[in-house]
């Protein structure tokens, strides 16, 4: 389920940084976020009753896509190429926290937890959790 939360989220990152991609951009881009080689990238597994083999990677990467097409959130451009619509631009950028800003991600009794952009701290363009 993390994996899986990890991959929407580099999809989703990936979509709102470059608004339109090409599935061979978007599959380089979510391998980069994710830190998976070439050779990840690439391998082909074997899927099904038949054993027919598949790259599962960026299987992976078009079910998430299919998933933001079904939520209206990207749309296809031309073939292959796919934008994000102006619902999604305009929910991820509702995600999007400028830089240098902290957003309250949610508070309990045993304390708060922070969000904000880790560029300004730990030279990473991602978002990450910060418990303060």
């Known amino acids: 389920m ?6 929407f989220q580099a999809v989703t990152e990936a979509f709102a940084e470059a608004g339109e991609l090409d599935n061979a951009t978007l599959y380089r881009r979510v391998a980069e976020r994710l830190g998976w080689s070439r050779e990840q990238l690439a391998a082909r597994e074997p899927v099904g009753r038949t054993g027919a083999r598949h790259n599962t990677a960026t299987r992976r990467v078009r079910w998430v896509q299919q998933t933001l097409k079904g939520m209206k959130l990207v749309e296809r451009a031309s073939r292959g190429v796919w934008r994000l619509t102006g619902e999604g631009r305009a929910r ?8 240098g800003h902290v957003m309250l991600a949610c508070s309990t009794d045993l304390g708060v937890a922070l969000w ?14 910060c418990w303060r």
């Open 2 to 7: 993390a994996e899986q939360l990890s991959l």
């Open 116 to 129: 904000r952009t880790v560029a300004t701290d730990c030279r990473s363009r991602a978002s990450r959790w």
């Open 92 to 99: 991820l950028q509702l995600r999007q926290i400028r830089r």
